[in-house]
């Protein structure tokens, strides 16, 4: 279960399969503390895009496995299910074909 206001990641489970502490993973990515990787796994902040890469090619997987359930909801949200797609009454289609001729011209 996601708490509010925390970002669902599998950062600690991809650590924990490599072998690595959090201390590992801070010294590889330059820092001096292992307190913003704390943040990270528990969801309280996210790592920006330069440390996402290190972070998927430390745990030689994708950026997707990583914050797999945030990608999975946005994506459900741009993209619903073919069940939930609205089909257009042919009155619809012949406004939109009528929309479309217009700013064509």
């Not at 790592?47 to 914050?67: H, V, W």
């Not at 994506?75 to 012949?94: S, T």
Request: net charge positive.
């Amino acid at each position: 279960m996601v708490k509010k206001g925390r970002v669902p990641n599998r950062l600690k489970k991809y650590r924990c399969i490599k072998g690595y502490t959090q201390t590992h993973v801070a010294k590889i990515l330059g820092m001096k503390q292992s307190n913003l990787i704390s943040e990270w796994e528990k969801g309280f902040t996210a790592p920006g895009l330069a440390n996402l890469l290190k972070l998927s090619c430390i745990y030689q997987t994708l950026i997707e496995e990583l914050y797999f359930d945030q990608w999975q909801m946005h994506r459900n949200k741009l993209y619903p299910p073919k069940d939930q797609v609205r089909i257009i009454n042919k009155a619809e289609e012949r406004n939109f074909e009528k929309h479309k001729r217009k700013r064509t011209r």
